[in-house]
């Protein structure tokens, strides 16, 4: 009989572990980056979609091939404004080659434009967007790998060119006026009139504040660039012609807020009017009765509270009584008013004197 043997069976071989990932050195970041993000999915000639608090930068391969920023004019609006194309030819260009992501090649096919206005006037809508989008924001953003914009690359440009051209801008519109509030909140005009001086371009934008639009509003209604009404709106508050409408801050309540004075009550120290009162000479038993003082039953005689057999102890460590005050000056709004002691707004003088009182009359 015949015995037949198997060879063994080679051992496999151990599985190479992954490649590790990149250490992205920091040290190479630009001091001065806006966004160091960026510049380190432009190191990686990544591809997709940068997603910050005030829009979207798009990356081909590391390059920006398109912005887009809730604050800006479309390029749809922009092409339209100037009669470049019209909303049907667009709306047929973004059915047919939307989803492919080849509006812009569709667009020049189709003879709807040409290439030199497609590149200029996607270029002008990048600049302009990445400028919003690349402003100080504490919000974190976020990368989508892989994502693409449905026009398509027209004319990629560098994060570098984005970024330099984004601090241009800033120092441009600071030197014409610093304040920043012009660029995000409502225009209101002044009381200064308009003169002849003023450019048409200028005159346009000055024509649309209400008090309720804001720049950007102001960039859709006239179908320009954000950035250039931006420089009309800062050369006109330069001029005294416009101002941010900001409301003022609002007012708020005390941390302690002083507790409401006591209401008087009839009869009290200070009410010379009733008899019976402390303040009454005329009335026996007040307070300034020289036998209610000093005599039988008094403050000061036996049997009051400074006598040890009397029937009422003294309160102990009695606070001394207030010094009278300086009467007040007569005045017409005053007229038919008692005399008031300023030591009676002070709720804890009050309440020792209506102890007082309550003591006086057991």
């Keep these: 009989m015949t015995m037949v043997t198997t060879p063994p069976t080679p051992p496999t071989p151990p599985t190479p572990p992954p490649p590790a990932l990149p250490v992205r050195d920091r040290t190479r970041i630009p001091a001065g980056a806006l966004s160091p993000m960026l510049v380190r999915l432009a190191a990686e000639r990544a591809t997709g979609v940068l997603i910050r608090e005030r829009g979207a930068l798009y990356l081909a391969d590391g390059q920006v091939v398109h912005a887009e920023s809730p604050d800006t004019p479309g390029l749809d609006l922009l092409l339209g404004a100037h009669g470049v194309l019209d909303a049907e030819g667009w709306h047929e260009a973004f059915a047919q080659a939307g989803e492919r992501g080849r509006v812009g090649r569709y667009l020049v096919d189709r003879g709807r434009l040409t290439t030199g206005a497609l590149e200029l006037c996607h270029l002008g809508a990048l600049y302009d967007a990445a400028y919003f989008v690349l402003e100080p924001s504490s919000a974190p953003a976020r990368f989508r790998y892989g994502a693409a914009h449905w026009l398509g690359p027209v004319h990629p440009v560098s994060v570098a060119a984005v970024e330099r051209e984004t601090l241009r801008r800033r120092a441009l519109l600071h030197r014409i006026w610093p304040d920043p509030a012009a660029d995000e909140a409502p225009l209101a005009r002044t009381s200064r009139p308009a003169g002849p001086s003023v450019p048409p371009r200028q005159a346009a934008v000055l024509h649309l504040v209400d008090g ?103 309160a102990p460590d009695a606070p001394p009584a207030p010094p009278p005050s300086a009467p007040r000056e007569w005045s017409p709004a005053h007229a038919g008013e008692p005399p008031r002691d300023p030591a009676e707004a002070d709720p804890h003088i009050t309440l020792l004197r209506r102890l007082r009182a309550a003591l006086e009359a057991l």
């Design 212 to 314: 309720r639009r804001t720049a950007s509003d102001i960039s859709r209604a006239l179908g320009r660039p954000a950035f250039h009404t931006l420089v009309d709106v800062h050369r006109l508050a330069a001029a005294g012609l416009l101002t941010p409408d900001v409301p003022p801050p609002p007012v708020l309540p005390p941390a302690h807020p002083a507790p409401p004075p006591l209401p008087e009550h009839p009869g009290g120290l200070g009410d010379p009017d009733h008899p019976g009162g402390l303040s009454d000479p005329d009335h026996p038993g007040g307070l300034s009765d020289p036998g209610r003082l000093g005599g039988p039953g008094g403050l000061g005689g036996p049997g009051g509270p400074g006598d040890p057999g009397g029937t009422v102890p003294a």
